[in-house]
């Protein structure tokens, strides 16, 4: 709970405290991560040693409380999350001194309101707690792309217009499933489910349930929100959406999937993951188009972020397939949050050393920069699957989980 309630806290004394001085503000931002990212190691590490841990908020038996449940999976991504939130801020201090002067508190106190709810997120056990904590990560994710220059704001608004279309499908998906089975503990509703599978409410359960997801992780041509948020975003900010933040909602849509639907369900009463396999390519090839199209860097990231989503739910439809499972999923979402994080520190590192945003202007950038694009130069051989990079890992296990499922 420690993991959950630090950053919580932190982002209410920040708010308070950084107002007299704004260096504090730093200091208990990094100082709550840091306890953050050594919880969620400690806590990792007891899962792989002694199991699944069931934590009962208030002491309350699920299904009538919370439960907090953490297993291999959400461990690894408290660990990802909690690190990707530690690097972000490392990097972040200048750059946000430098673009947001006057917002420096406010940046630190919304950036802990995000972290609240990711790592929320990632461990809560109940669908509606998990509500709760979405529109948590959504409203600080909203207000952090606002108080960024220029466009930030048209993109801040269309974003919150998309993503609360996408939280409302959510929502209303799990008021089906309250209707149907009376219980909101995903352990509960796994048991319960398989009797009511013919049911037409759970079947629209599960529709605007991915309806929601699909909007929030920017599948296309469900992403029309993402590029002008990652472009016009802060520097900071643009890392952690592209990082932590879209590779939640990933591990959402896969808990939801295969922890409370299961794959009996979409084999026998709703067999969607052709669909979603077709639907994903689609993703990756038209991403992959928009990048090249791109003029701007971040823009460019952008656009393939969303072919590697593509990636990633490409990997989710194969996972009945094949004997590798989630594994190729999973591996793409750590991949991919490290190497498009690096790529995103680079070009705001363009942006903030030299005002750098058209990529037709980078001639001879390696002379005045050459560490940063060396990273820039690394991570995206790694992002084409230039072996021995990460990205190369991903794709092999990918192919080798299509050509096992025949696809």
Not at 148 to 164: E, M, P, V
Not at 192 to 221: D, E, H, M, N
Not at 361 to 378: D, E, H, N, Q, W
Not at 389 to 404: N, Q, T
Request: aromatic share 14%; hydrophobic share 55%.
């Amino acid at each position: 709970m420690i993991i959950v309630v630090t950053p919580l806290v932190a982002s209410l004394i920040i708010f308070v405290a950084g107002r007299q001085q704004k260096s504090i503000a730093y200091c208990l931002a990094m100082a709550a991560l840091a306890i953050c990212f050594i919880g969620s190691c400690s806590i990792m590490n007891s899962v792989i040693v002694g199991g699944t841990i069931h934590y009962w908020i208030g002491g309350w038996h699920p299904p009538w409380g919370i439960e907090y449940r953490i297993d291999c999976l959400n461990a690894f991504m408290l660990t990802l999350i909690s690190f990707l939130g530690v690097t972000t801020a490392v990097y972040s201090k200048k750059s946000i001194e430098k673009e947001l002067p006057q917002k420096f508190t406010l940046f630190w106190s919304l950036y802990m309101l995000l972290m609240t709810g990711l790592l929320g997120i990632v461990i809560t056990g109940d669908m509606f707690n998990f509500f709760v904590l979405l529109e948590v990560t959504s409203l600080t994710g909203y207000a952090l792309v606002a108080i960024g220059r220029g466009r930030a704001s048209f993109a801040s608004f269309r974003y919150l217009i998309l993503g609360t279309i996408g939280a409302s499908f959510y929502l209303l998906g799990v008021g089906y499933l309250y209707i149907a089975t009376g219980s909101l503990n995903m352990e509960d509703l796994r048991t319960i489910l398989p009797s009511l599978y013919s049911s037409r409410v759970v079947l629209a359960a599960f529709v605007f349930i991915f309806i929601g997801f699909a909007i929030k992780i920017a599948l296309f041509p469900l992403h029309s929100w993402q590029p002008d948020v990652y472009e016009y975003a802060p520097s900071a900010v643009s890392v952690i959406i592209s990082t932590a933040m879209a590779k939640t909602f990933a591990y959402a849509l896969i808990r939801i999937i295969f922890s409370v639907f299961t794959i009996d369900f979409i084999n026998r009463v709703l067999p969607v993951f052709d669909i979603i396999c077709w639907a994903s390519a689609l993703a990756m090839i038209a991403g992959s188009i928009f990048a090249i199209q791109q003029t701007s860097l971040k823009r460019m990231l952008a656009y393939s972020s969303i072919a590697n989503v593509g990636y990633i739910v490409l990997a989710v439809g194969l996972a009945p397939s094949t004997s590798l499972g989630l594994t190729p999923a999973v591996m793409h979402i750590l991949n991919h949050a490290v190497i498009k994080g690096a790529m995103f520190m680079a070009a705001c590192g363009f942006i903030h050393r030299y005002d750098l945003w058209d990529i037709r202007k980078f001639v001879g950038l390696s002379r005045r920069m050459p560490y940063t694009c060396l990273a820039l130069i690394l991570a995206a051989l790694a992002m084409i699957g230039m072996p021995p990079g990460a990205g190369f890992v991903s794709k092999w296990y990918l192919i080798r989980a299509a050509l096992e499922a025949r696809q």
